[in-house]
């Protein structure tokens, strides 16, 4: 008995149980952290990343709020200027746009214009991301807009292990943080993983490289990564290594490890499920051709969503989607450029 | 005075007397009392036929035939067959998740088993849940977006509270054409705490645009209660906060709520301005399907089993008899209250309505899918 | 009872005994009553200052010293020192575009003079319209949008009624910690058919905040008439759509300003919850400096002056001469009313107020612009 | 007197009276306009550009809003769902942000959703653009976020001719449209022309070549265009020929204007006031690169705002804005790549 309770039995965690992890472990470390959202307490949550939070933390710090996101927004920025930490759920992140301003206007600059006396530790969290059948409105990766919103961290884990050292990485960083979540991978049983018994984070800013290669470098964030790690495997049976680098996060970037990677392969894809204009896609793309010329040997290559909307039935959704054989085929161009 | 209400209604003085705008819990009784037998019937089909839709989607999702997710408008159809029944073909009606049936209800009077109507046909609705091409958007948006220019409804996004202006803008385009007709909006009582429905409503009343705003106040949104939503004894006094009227109609009484909704509807045309529809009602399952069990844990059963109390078949049969309009036999018929997806069967729902929604399902199954590539389509009208 | 009120005002029931939430055109009389003598006159004082803040702000632009745009309070500032008077050091407020002196005589009681305050200092505001430095936001956004976290005045954006959900959270943090700081937003009655002050002011309403909105109702926004805005007879007729109280106050009494916002402010410490304050009122000037000409051609010029007849400076005067505080001969030393800033010298206005911004002002030239390269500083924290 | 009445002195109009021309000539011809926004009509708009409106074409053409964006925008797209075209005026294009959920969710997607069914002929236009002292909220370029959402037209004059001829061809159009007024070129009366007699339009989706030259190409819009012709005329005195491209519409955007000018120059820069990360100007770089990779002969440039917001006070403005001098610095570096 001593040595099963000294030693249990560790069991692999999924990425939403992660998540649950880092946001109840937190609350506990900090009590001056506040969370609030659409159902996240009695409920816990439509995807459940609350449940047992608001029974553990009570109403008053796990806050069922009313269908208003420029509220929820609003109100996080309030409780952080009063000296709270905040982590706010969108129910899926799509709805984010009822408190744009708020977002972009309220809390991105907020450090900005007060000459740094003002610091808003808020973490704005939902599910995201297509491939699920969600259609227009349950299905966005509309990290494009808040990279382009200056003061913000956008942040993209695809992996257990990120997905909580990031979100405590965010939590603790001092900066509003948007925070893409993977709905597609929350219960998704082959990436689960064991997770370390002691407290750690994953800075933001540090990408992953997933698989070493040397002919073509594949860049891609959340579940993209798994169609690049797919497309990496067909490739390698076809004689072509490609390495995989999962950035995690946006903003704040890691260029050095892409351009490590480029000064191997000398080729890169970038893939990502947003539409293409003006997407991260074109971002990473624009950074290699400005600061890294010398080290292509072929044009850049992005795999992206169609420039629509996602549309619902399955054959529609995937057309507009990257997909695991785009991606080949385009590696296979790129590395007989 | 053939129909009783169900509330303690109270004469109030027709609406041009009324000058203080604020909350009239009790519309005059004057549209329900011109009901016809045959109306009263039909609007007791119209239930059944709304709540075998449901049942009929639950059965079929539970077979694994059906993508997505169920919003069960079960216990709540008296809100719907009593708010469209009295609409004209020229009205605009914009319903939410939860009313998927108001799409072929929508102008059904007297002919919903006819397939050509103001409304969706139970044809184009059926492809739409089977996601097939004769969906009226091809099936490119899910389940209750869809819509039609021609049929005037609304294409909702998700985005709650988000059509609200978009109808005060149709209006307001026909108002400008020398029309008159109505837009009803459907909205859940959590829904009323978004902005976009204070900006538009607020820009209704300020020009006294026909608006009518349905609250289906079923007393929680996904989970959470009403009372952490709205702090008003009633969300239909959200309208005092606009200077128009706010009614409260009895959710389970299909014949109150077409006496409120009409109320509202002829204030409007007469170009008196928008009002709100408070019904009361009560969420029988879960907030989708996949909530069903949740929703028995974050809900008290004796607020359930409440709830669900008066059921509106029930609630609409029993008038019917007081009206002497069915027997006592006819009345024990057909017997579909309170039953869940799993208990009623066919034989529960009248055969007319059973047919005309096997209709539809055999149509929708016999579509195709739309191909691929359109997924790559209509983004943009090409220009001319 | 000294003090006579404006308005024709009738003793309520005490906030405990008012069940029924929605509008109380009349406050107690309590807290005016409570005014000494030396409140009155400080009242008084600070009317001149505000008003002279405007005048000599004016001036300064003419003489082409200052950038942007002059957003002017004259004729409204008995609403900033009637509102601001009566709050502790630990309440927050949250000022818009119209509402410049509040930045300083925010806690200004007593002490208005004095440097260190709860309110940001003139010389701290003086240096933000001046574009210095010594601004607390050091220049980087103009006019209005300065605060203090340190001093609890709330950072505005530009994008009306975007405080008010701040303003919330701010005291719902205060709360969690065991405060009973209130905080005082103020908008402007255009501002109101923004969809985020109904989210706001709603979820304040539902965890009973104790959050004080003022309408500054001046009648316009920008070049829209309040009908255009919103159809309820009073614009405090929003608070009956949150379930909360809604408070008219004459715009132009001081006192009758700080009756019914320390109404509003007392009932929101003691934890009942939010409220509305509606201060009557009328815009002199044009919206902003460079629109003074056009504002004299979209409003009735009998609608200008009718709205400008009771100057709060005159108002406030005649109250004091009525309660004898002050003498016939004291009264008619600075007689600043109605002058616009052309008309206005030094002489209307008691010395220590112009020395009072002419401290502010030197302090402000003497402080250096701010380097360049801080325009690329301050994005983000460092991390740890 | 008949011969000066047959033949008018024509005079120079400004990019204002451009735009107003365009709105009340496209009024006057179709009757189903409608123009909405705060303060158009009894006060004629913030800048003036509906000024007059409303006395010539009432109350219910011309409707002065509540100030609520979202309602404004939703009940354009209500009126064009029922037959209208609509003008919509965003009284700083900054405040679009509260509206923001209907143009993208509601407006951009209706033609996709209803299969084609439904085209929305709304022109949501409004001031931008920095460089005034308007600090964050009156200066912001946020045409990225819309680019970034598909199904929106993106329209940015930088003359008086395309103001009103791009304006027109939006209003034609039968696609939404987001239409970026630069606030700082309304009056410039050094851009004043002379302006058709006849109706024209300028077609969405073709760029102007706004000065030839063979060493490098600068490629911009809105007000950057005369920092880039600026650059050009001081580079020529350094012995360096710029050409410089005006894009005008970025959504859809004329690639092969762009490319043909790279066909000669091999080399090119890109000037845009907004945030760098995901701007429009990475979406040019990457259309280059992944298209035309071939074509270069140096790295590509991105000379835009830091990715700060805008602040008020004028060297902090100026300092995180493109400016002549980085351009020419830039194109030097450039072309001795
Ligand atoms: C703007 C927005 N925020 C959040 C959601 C997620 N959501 C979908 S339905 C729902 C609850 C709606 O409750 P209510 O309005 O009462 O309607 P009901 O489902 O009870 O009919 C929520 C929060 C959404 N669809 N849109
Ligand atoms: C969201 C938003 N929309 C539009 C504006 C432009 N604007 C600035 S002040 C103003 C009028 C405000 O009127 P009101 O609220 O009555 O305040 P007042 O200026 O009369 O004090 C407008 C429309 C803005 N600042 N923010
Ligand atoms: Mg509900
Ligand atoms: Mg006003």
Not at chain 1, 129 to 154: D, I, K, T
Request: hydrophobic share 40%; proline share 5%; with cysteine.
């Amino acid at each position: 008995m001593a040595a099963i309770a000294s030693a249990p039995v560790q069991t692999k965690k999924n990425y939403l149980t992660a998540l649950k992890e880092a946001i109840s472990e937190e609350m506990a470390a900090n009590g001056d952290m506040v969370c609030l959202g659409e159902d996240i307490g009695q409920l816990g949550g439509a995807f459940g990343v609350t449940e047992g939070l608001q029974d553990s933390f009570g109403t008053q710090r796990v806050i069922d709020m009313p269908i208003a996101e420029a509220a929820i927004i609003g109100a996080s920025v309030g409780l952080a200027l009063n000296g709270k930490t905040v982590m706010a759920e969108m129910q899926f992140i799509d709805f984010i746009t009822c408190g744009f301003d708020q977002i972009v206007n309220m809390m991105a600059t907020y450090h900005y214009r007060t000459a740094g006396e003002v610091n808003l530790p808020v973490v704005v969290r939902g599910p995201a991301g297509a491939y699920g059948g969600g259609a227009l409105y349950h299905s966005q990766m509309n990290e494009a807009w808040f990279c382009n919103s200056p003061g913000l961290r956008v942040v993209c884990p695809s992996t257990p292990y990120d997905a909580k050292g990031l979100l405590k990485a965010a939590l603790r960083d001092g900066n509003p943080c948007i925070f893409f979540e993977i709905k597609e991978l929350y219960r998704r049983s082959e990436i689960a993983e064991i997770l370390p018994e002691d407290d750690y984070i994953v800075p933001l800013g540090k990408a992953a490289v997933r698989r070493e290669g040397t002919d073509v470098t594949l860049v891609s964030y959340g579940q993209n990564v798994y169609h690049c790690l797919q497309a990496a495997t067909e490739l390698e049976k076809l004689g072509v290594s490609a390495e995989v680098i999962d950035i995690r996060s946006l903003v704040p970037l890691d260029e050095e490890t892409i351009f490590a990677s480029l000064a191997k392969t000398n080729r890169i894809i970038v893939v990502n499920e947003a539409p293409m204009t003006c997407g991260f896609a074109g971002e990473i793309v624009s950074r290699v051709t400005t600061k890294a010329f010398d080290l292509l040997d072929a044009p850049p290559v992005r795999i992206t969503r169609l420039d629509t909307p996602v549309p619902w039935v399955k054959p529609l959704e995937l057309f507009v989607l990257p997909s695991v054989e785009r991606i080949v085929q385009s590696a296979l161009q790129t590395v007989r450029y | 005075m053939p129909l009783q209400t169900t509330t303690d209604a109270a004469e109030l003085p027709s609406h041009d007397q009324v000058s203080d705008p604020g909350i009239r819990h009790f519309a005059t009784k004057r549209y329900r009392d011109s009901l016809t037998k045959e109306d009263c019937l039909e609007m007791f089909r119209q239930l059944y036929l709304a709540r075998y839709f449901d049942v009929r989607l639950i059965k079929e999702k539970k077979r694994g035939r059906l993508r997505g997710t169920l919003y069960s408008s079960h216990n709540q159809e008296a809100i719907l067959v009593g708010s469209l029944f009295g609409l004209r073909s020229t009205d605009w009606i914009s319903p939410i998740h939860r009313d998927m049936p108001a799409f072929f209800l929508k102008d059904a009077k007297f002919q919903w088993a006819e397939l050509d109507r103001m409304g969706l046909s139970i044809q184009q609705v059926c492809s739409q849940v089977w996601g097939r091409v004769d969906s009226p958007g091809r099936a490119r948006d899910n389940w209750s977006h869809i819509g039609s220019k021609e049929k005037r409804i609304i294409h909702s996004t998700s985005m709650l509270a988000g059509t609200i202006p978009v109808a005060a803008g149709v209006v307001y385009a026909d108002r400008m054409n020398g029309g008159d007709a109505v837009v009803v909006t459907y909205n859940g009582e959590g829904s009323t705490a978004q902005g976009v429905f204070h900006e538009a409503v607020n820009f209704a009343a300020v020009h006294k645009l026909p608006v009518v705003t349905i609250i289906e106040n079923n007393q929680w949104a996904y989970g959470t209660p009403v009372r952490l939503g709205c702090a008003t004894p009633d969300v239909a006094d959200r309208a005092k906060g606009f200077g128009i009227p706010g009614y409260i109609a009895d959710g389970q009484d299909v014949f109150d709520v077409y006496d409120k909704v009409m109320s509202a509807v002829e204030f409007a045309r007469s170009g008196q301005g928008p009002s709100i529809v408070e019904c009361k009602t009560f969420r029988a399952y879960g907030h989708g399907d996949h909530d069903d069990d949740r929703a028995n844990k974050y809900r008290d059963p004796a607020e359930i089993e409440h709830g669900r109390l008066r059921d509106p078949i029930a609630v609409c049969r029993q008038s019917l008899l007081d009206l002497g309009y069915i027997s006592a036999e006819e009345a024990e018929m057909f017997i579909a209250e309170g039953k869940n997806a799993s208990e009623a069967t066919n034989e529960d729902f009248p055969p007319e309505v059973v047919d005309y929604l096997n209709s539809g399902i055999e149509f929708a199954l016999a579509s195709p899918q739309p191909e691929a590539e359109e997924g790559g389509m209509w983004v943009f009208k090409e220009s001319k």
